[in-house]
């Protein structure tokens, strides 16, 4: 597959790049997806959130009344869950939420989430460049060439380019990282994504090992 190389005016150029079929065309599959962007979540999660149970709770375990007679329910401590300042049964404690993939799977997983992205056509190839200094309007000017400015958009870069990472870091629907450090979760939730020309080979190189 070949695609047509933009320059950063959003003009097409003369420039043409050949995709690869083992990168850019593989047969989705969705059960991949799934557990890579699962995983991915599952990573992201603290796990810190902890609760009181009753051996935790500070508080007399006085018998509130006695067992029979009052036409209440028994009682036999303030630390209770029933009560207000007691504790909560079968509450969370903290714990790792995160869980292991094989790496075929997890490349399959990614495979399939950039051929979506070249199947709905939502992938546009830039010739490379570079900010001399931070400047976050000339990298909205390169988004409104698009009309991307209003999209969430994945930006992804040959290497790590200090100046157009921090240019991007105010914008929120934008999302700037390097070819290697691709993974299904940021392809699949950015709805664009632009690859800059030298970042092709990159990914192509990252996958095909």
Request: glycine share 4%; hydrophobic share 35%.
């Amino acid at each position: 597959m070949e695609l047509v190389v933009y320059n950063t005016k959003g003009e097409k150029t003369e420039k043409v790049i050949s995709l690869s079929e083992n990168v850019f065309e593989v047969t989705p599959n969705d059960h991949a997806i799934y557990l890579d962007a699962k995983q991915y979540l599952a990573n992201q999660r603290q796990g810190t959130h902890s609760s009181l149970e009753k051996s935790m709770v500070n508080g007399s375990t006085k018998k509130l009344k006695k067992q029979k007679g009052t036409g209440g329910a028994r009682a036999g401590s303030r630390k209770s869950p029933l009560f207000r300042g007691g504790a909560r049964a079968f509450g969370p404690h903290p714990r790792d939420y995160s869980f292991k993939l094989n790496k075929k799977l997890k490349k399959l997983a990614r495979l399939s989430a950039i051929s979506y992205k070249v199947k709905e056509d939502n992938i546009i190839v830039i010739e490379d460049f570079n900010f001399d200094a931070p400047k976050t309007k000339a990298f909205v000017s390169i988004l409104s060439a698009f009309k991307f400015e209003n999209s969430k958009t994945l930006m992804v870069l040959p290497e790590n380019m200090q100046n157009i990472v921090l240019s991007s870091r105010n914008l929120q629907k934008v999302k700037v990282m390097r070819a290697c450090d691709l993974n299904t979760y940021d392809i699949l939730n950015a709805k664009k994504m632009i690859l800059l020309l030298s970042s092709i080979a990159e990914i192509e190189k990252s996958f095909e090992n």
